[in-house]
């Protein structure tokens, strides 16, 4: 099996690497400390995101948080199995270097996929792009270290500011598509009064630190001093989900990372996910990724032993005009 853990290189001491290519096949990998976030420049790319697949075209930004899985294909493949010419910028951000800045920034996750045809031409989007092209644009031409930084800072200040609060939609298979909050019609407030976002993602960072472990909503309702029939109805609406459907999403995609990137037993892996027992982990699994855990490990091993990572580097010449339009319309 190959290396299962992507590590990215950093010429420049702002600890940002920009890369234009055609992608034809990157199979599934993580990134331990970094953020990668990729623009479709031309064409077509299909990526895969644990349980979830996204058809992105020109313009369509994606974000794969650290320790994220994901792959990345071409959408369309020529009769010499060549990709049918997409361009892709990927930038990586080390997390590490700007936790000086956002100290929370390991512990954040952030939503941006442009999917939604409507998503790729709101305000926000178009200044996701103008910050990825000037990040670009530095790093092709002069990679002045301060000029990097600053660049992605701000595009950092962006994602906090815009890009943190989410919902999930569920489709009839139970898969969980994550949208960003801004980008759906859900209202704010009920009834004249705040819904309680923040309490939501606090409850969500708190499922996530402490998932090993056996929750009970009655319990974190007695914490934030509501009912557990109020907390349970607001945590549904807020988040598109069940505080239940949540929990057993956070494990399962707990265990799909040990799956795919250790030599763990399934039973170590339920025990360490919070299961009690190797049938529970596979009931979940199977509603989230409508497989079992030993076929998804299967599907890991054959996708990492099949062709190696294969994209041809484009010269930036080439991405010049859609920088200079992505800098124009913001």
């Known amino acids: 099996m190959r290396q299962y853990i992507n590590k990215i290189g950093f010429k420049s001491a702002a600890r940002v690497r920009a890369k234009a290519e055609t992608i034809i096949n990157q199979p599934f990998h993580v990134h331990d400390e ?5 623009c479709v420049i031309k064409g077509n790319v299909v990526i895969m995101d644990s349980a979830a697949v996204h058809h992105l075209k020109e313009g369509c930004v994606h974000v794969f948080n650290r320790t994220e899985a994901h792959k990345i294909t ?4 020529d009769s010499a199995g060549d990709a049918d010419d997409n361009i892709v910028l990927t930038i990586h951000i080390d997390h590490t270097h700007y936790t000086r800045w956002f100290d929370r920034l390991g512990r954040l996750f952030f939503v ?13 989007m178009k200044s996701v792009r103008f910050y990825l092209a000037k990040i670009a644009w530095e ?8 000029a990097l930084e600053t660049a992605t800072k701000q595009l950092i200040e962006l994602l906090i500011d815009e890009f943190q609060n989410y919902i999930y939609g569920m489709d009839g298979k139970r898969i969980a598509n994550i949208v960003r909050l801004q980008a759906t019609n859900q209202e704010l407030t009920a009834w004249g009064h705040p819904k309680n976002y923040d309490r939501t993602y606090r409850i969500v960072d708190y499922i996530e630190a402490h998932f090993r472990e056996k929750l009970q909503l009655k319990d974190i309702a007695r914490s934030e001093n509501v009912s557990e029939a109020h907390l349970s109805r607001n945590f549904k609406e807020n988040l598109g989900m069940s505080f239940s459907q949540f929990l057993s999403l956070t494990r399962c995609t707990h265990a799909a990372r040990l ?6 037993t399934v039973d170590q892996i339920a025990e360490s996910s919070g ?12 509603k989230w990724y409508q497989m079992t855990p030993s076929e998804y490990r299967r599907e890991i091993i054959r996708d990492m032993n099949g062709p190696a990572a294969i994209s041809r580097p484009v010269e ?3 991405i010049k005009g859609q920088m200079h339009l992505y800098l124009d319309e913001y």
């Not at 941006?112 to 926000?124: G, K, M, P």
């Not at 299961?275 to 199977?286: C, E, I």
């Open 316 to 318: 930036f010449q080439r």
């Open 112 to 124: 941006c996929d442009t999917a939604d045809e409507n998503e790729i031409f709101s305000s926000e």
């Open 74 to 77: 071409a959408e369309q493949m």
């Open 34 to 38: 970094e953020i990668e976030i990729i």
């Open 275 to 286: 299961f009690s027992a190797r049938k529970d982990l596979a009931k979940q699994f199977r």
């Open 139 to 146: 790093y092709f031409t002069e990679c002045r270290a301060f």
């Open 259 to 264: 799956i795919s990137s250790t030599d763990q």
